[in-house]
């Protein structure tokens, strides 16, 4: 099993006739098979992937016509924010946005219009994600992972990529591999993740990597301390990185927490989780963990 | 992206907010007939010199002086225009002052702290105003938090009239300042969200001796992402108070910051680009910057990231590490190859490629014939590079 997306997914893509759109649902269709559809205004009626799957002009036409219930969206940033509103006025289950730099105000609209809906948005900003096998959705390399059963959550793409090649080298596979996107606003936090992993009976340990910036790593890991009984393993980007030349004092003021990696990983280590200091102890401290579970 | 103190009341005056003003200065010429002009138009007979850098602490730091008459003003001005501004936010060589603003003095009864910013945990953003004004504010959170009073503003409707009538009763404000200051956060709120602003912060905002409500000292901060539809924002940008390889790894499409260790570093992802720095320094070395290449590291990033990274002196080995997930590791190592053979590179480079093809790529490193040194694990890469440096 898996979390969120499986080989039963019926996945569209937004933006699916420009550039990275088509490439990229390409592979996510040659890696499962289940792209269904893909939406762009104006090119509803023609197919695209070498037609291989249909386009429609709109989120609703392409929920009614092939019943889809995962959107990833690729558009480009000024248009991105309404992708995503279209896709939860279209009653999508899950909308994964990768793309990079939507203007912040733009995502206060959509995190506000997104309450009383019932779409999960993963992203903006975010590799998507990736169930070994099953499914991928977003820009994770299909290849670099196996079927398994450890979680992966991360705010990062590339360390992502680095923690699933460390956990297949110590012969762990995935469940679930999701990248949440570093941005500032973003639909599913680390806690959301932290719960489906643990309800989800087919994963037995979950890997959270975190970066300075933001107070979510502190709230999961006090969720981890309250709810969480599966091992964690955790780690910090950002140990090195200086203290910004900051701006005012705002920013400061309104978490009231210290969002350095230090202050970060000492929180994590007393809510029991096991948080490496090097990025290259990820594989060998889960295996370590779950021996100790084992024994 | 920053503004100077200057630019930010322009933009505050274009809506509607009341500002100590005053006149700009490039020039040591121009000082006198500035002062002169600051005291017809403002009908003042004292002034304030205020040093235009972007970093804060300037008053601390000497970038900021009252001067009582104009001789003082004169001599304030000549002084501080052209200095190498030390504050606890610059660097140790501080930053030269290119420009002053010559100001109106105001005679203050009250200071207030006054900002607008995103609340990450809540998605939106928040008003925060405070009585103990023109003090170190992050004290005030921490030791006495109620004295900061926050109000959570709803993305559809907007700051609303009674939630800045709110803010203004809370800073204990009567009659016509109540007036002027609620006035003054509904126009806050919207100069804010117009101009894209991550962060807006008026501190202090002052009630003059002659009851007017006041923004005294602005700052801003603008969301990079929206700058394509600020054209005014883009306008104001200042390069010379921005680090100039930066500047030119902006122009490259280069993510570049400068550190003071001497392991340069070139990573694709900023967080595995961090992960990459923080092992360097487990491991004994000090990484001279960060560098996120971006996803297609290509033949152009990667001679680029050479450039960038080698135009920093300090910089004594570099590691490379790569990770190649959509792009495959036998391309990028085919195009550091072409890289490092067309510039002429004189330090160690220890280059580390996971992903796709990462065994031709190794095997493409070792038989060819510029000098590299392959390393297989993000560990085994991190510790050759800092034996190169320690060596």
Known sequence: ?295 | MKIHEYQAKELLKKFNIPIQDGIVVEEKGQIEAAIDQVASQFNTTQFVIKAQIHAGGRGKGGGVKFCPTRESAIEHANNILGMQLITHQTTAEGQKVNKIMVAEALDIEKEFYVAITLDRSTGQNVFMVSTEGGVEIEEVAESNPDAIQKVWVEASTGLLPFQARQLAYALGLEGQQFKQASKLFMNLYTCYVKSDASIAEVNPLVVTTQGNVVALDAKFNFDTNALYRQKDIVAMRDLEEEDPTEVEADKFNLNYIKLDGNVGCMVNGAGLAMGTMDIIKLKGGEPANFLDVGGGANVDTVKNGFKIILSDKNVKAVLINIFGGIVRCDRVANGIIQAVSELDLNVPIVVRLAGTNADIAKELLENSDVELIAAESLEEAAEKVVAQVTA
């Open chain 1, 1 to 295: 099993m898996s979390i969120l997306i499986n080989k039963d997914s019926k996945i569209i893509v937004q933006g699916i006739t420009g550039t990275e759109g088509s490439f990229h649902a390409g592979q996510c269709l040659d890696y499962a098979g289940n792209v269904v559809g893909g939406v762009t205004p104006g090119k509803g009626g023609q197919t695209a992937l070498d037609g291989r799957v249909p386009v429609f002009n709109t989120c609703r036409e392409a929920r009614a016509k092939v019943g889809a219930n995962v959107s990833l969206i690729f558009v480009p940033p000024a248009f991105a924010a309404d992708a995503i509103m279209e896709a939860a006025d279209a009653g999508i289950e899950l909308a994964v946005c990768i793309t990079e730099g939507i203007p912040v105000d733009d995502m206060v609209k959509v995190y506000e219009y997104l309450e009383n809906k019932t779409t999960r948005l993963v992203g903006p900003n975010c590799p998507g994600l990736l169930t070994p096998g099953e499914a991928k959705v977003g820009i994770m390399p299909g290849f670099i992972a196996k079927p398994g059963r450890i979680g992966v959550i991360s705010k990062s793409g590339t360390l992502t990529y680095e923690a699933v090649h460390q956990l297949c080298a110590e012969g762990m596979g995935q469940s679930t591999c999701v990248g949440i996107g570093g941005d500032p606003i973003i639909g599913t936090k680390m806690i959301d993740l932290l719960q489906l992993f643990q309800e989800d009976p087919d994963t037995d340990a979950i890997v959270m990597i975190g970066e300075i910036g933001g107070s979510m790593e502190i709230e999961a890991a006090e969720y981890v301390k309250a709810h969480i009984t599966k091992p964690v393993v955790g780690f910090i980007a950002g140990q090195t990185a200086p203290e910004g030349r900051r701006m005012g004092h705002a920013g400061a003021i309104v978490s009231g927490a210290d969002e350095s990696a230090a202050a970060k990983m000492a929180v994590m280590r007393s809510c029991g989780i096991n948080v490496v200091d090097s990025p290259s102890e990820i594989g060998k401290t889960m295996k370590a963990a779950l021996a100790k579970v084992a024994a």
